[in-house]
């Protein structure tokens, strides 16, 4: 099922997807697609994070080979402060957060102290070891014109990104540590979304089934916003 363009209903109606898309992928990565020593939550606020929220040992059955992207991108690790809204993948001794997935919304972007907080907050979690997963079917805003991931390897490595044209949302995949490396996947509206990996440490990697647990959340919208979406209406 295509990426819908999602300005074209109230923000309550993403809300409402998003919430049942965590669910989702909850379901997913709970059902066999995590190693046994991790699980998937989703979580309103992922708590504190410490220095020593780390990975504590490399899942065999993760992959082991470069994930196909359109872009990968490396950079040595900077440090800032925060924490946020998202779905977090924790190791079952004591329950640490190796990575977590973030699915934005508009709110994210609706104003300058918003979109800070936002960069704050995945900054700080690469600094405590964290990898990250951001999915962005948001349209670009005056606080990201070329896309959230311009926006985060500015912060990150002092560098830009230009998306290719037609391509204005995003998703990507980051690895922490010492060195720090970007997945991007540059997509559209009306575009099918592409599996991307979800790091547990720098080299291993479970695929997300964006597209599968995407069409499974899109069931539950109502049918009145359905047509809205679709454009039949």
Sequence with gaps: MPIHDWTRVDAGIFHSFHTTWIGEL??????????????????????????????LREPPETNLDTPEVLTVAETEARFYAGRQRRLVIRHTSGNRIVAILEILSAANKKSRHAFGVFLEKALSALEHGI???????????????????????????????????????????????????????PVAINQFLTPMPLFLT??????VPLEETYQAAYEGVPRI???????SS
Excluded: M
């Excluded at 311009?150 to 290719?164: F, H, K, R, T």
């Excluded at 720098?202 to 695929?207: D, L, Q, T």
């Design 26 to 55: 909850t379901i997913r990565l709970n059902a066999g697609l995590l190693p046994p020593d991790y699980f998937a939550l989703g979580e309103q606020v992922a708590g504190e994070v410490g220095p020593d929220v780390l990975t």
């Design 202 to 207: 720098a080299e291993r990697y479970v695929k």
């Design 225 to 231: 916003y359905r047509r809205v979406l679709e454009g």
């Design 131 to 185: 990898h990250l997963l951001l999915i962005d079917l948001q349209p670009p805003s005056p606080r990201d014109p070329r896309g959230i991931h311009d926006a985060l390897w500015q912060e990150l490595a002092g560098e830009s990104y230009q998306p290719p044209p037609g391509k204005d949302r995003t998703l990507v995949a980051y690895t922490a540590g010492l060195t720090q490396k970007a997945y991007i996947e």
